[in-house]
């Protein structure tokens, strides 16, 4: 089967490849067929090293597809079944798992770097991205590692929802909890600022600033329901004028340090900032211990949703068929998976919110 592949951490394109086998299918694990991938920044991340993931590696962690074996042993699944992959998959037995917060388990990473695919030229192995890999045409992923969506959910708005839309809407919906009326800025306009405006408007923000260097962004976001849309220099102003000197809340969908900090300044006194982007670990975000101690502003990180995923996954479906969140116009560019590289390159030029990777 065909499936894209970094050969060496650093390098900007993938091979996509023809000779490749996803392998490791076993008992607890099942194969999926893939029919739909989107690119998301940390796979971007993780081809230049920012975020860990041992090479040869096929990225991709954003994706949809089909049931097409069930390992032994594994319950809840059956051979059809439409699925999105979860690239932290929980592992049930854990503190966190047992308290429900399965987003928090790690157990996952332990098997980072795991083969997942077999290349035959050289009989090379190769892992998927986070456990997943699904810039492929099928995956072998252990069984908690997949979520049934409901038939009717398109394959493409199913990708989306794997990784940048449940991060985004979380972050809004179940780390700030964002009160009706509220005031909240969204720095960043990439795909899951813009699903994060979408959480605000949901949760009833009475307003939405969405703060981006690029003008044609800042346009995009505000028909996803911004209120406004203003450059990164003029975020200071804007916030002065808010009662309490600040928004309510502050999301910073970034990953900078720079940005945090920056929004650190443009909450009110007793606000938060909400960090979503998956920055580096060697980025320091500085602040005195006077300001964290006075100034009584919350820091909330907000991991992939910041609650169990497989709940905030069926939380997003239930609002897209009520028509609540707009995921089809997230989708501005596509490319079959021959044609990868261009998807990357469409997001190092910040013109794609999501290209969505089609397997057929
Ligand atoms: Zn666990
Ligand atoms: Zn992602």
Known sequence: MRAAILHKTGQDTLDVREDVTAVGFREGTVRVRMRAASLCHSDLSAMSGVLPQPAPFVPGHEGAGDVLEVGEGVTGLAVGDRVVLCWMAPCGLCDHCRQDRGHLCIASLRRLGAPGFRIEEGGLTASGFYGTGAFAEE???????????????????????????????GAAVNTAKVEPGASVAVLGAGGVGVATVQGARVCGAGRIT??????????????????????????????????????DYVFEAVGRAATVRAGYDAARRGGAVVVIGAGAQDDLAQFTM???????????????????????????????????????????????????????AQMHSGEALRTVVTMG
């Open 290 to 344: 006077g300001e964290l101690f006075f100034n009584e502003k919350r820091l909330l990180p907000s991991l992939y949703g910041g609650a169990t995923v497989r709940r905030t996954i069926a939380l997003v479906v239930d609002l897209w068929r009520a028509g609540r969140i707009d995921l089809d116009g997230m989708v501005t560019h596509r490319v079959a998976l021959m044609d990868v590289n261009d998807a990357i």
């Open 210 to 247: 969405v703060v981006d260097p690029v003008a044609s962004r800042r346009e995009r976001a505000l028909a996803f329901g911004a209120t406004e849309a203003v450059a990164p220099e003029d975020l200071k102003a804007v916030a002065k004028k808010l009662p309490g000197g600040g928004f």
């Open 139 to 169: 995956v072998v992923v252990c069984a908690d590692a997949v979520i049934k969506v409901p038939a009717d959910l398109p394959y493409e708005a199913a990708a989306l929802i794997g990784c940048g839309v449940t991060t985004g809407i």
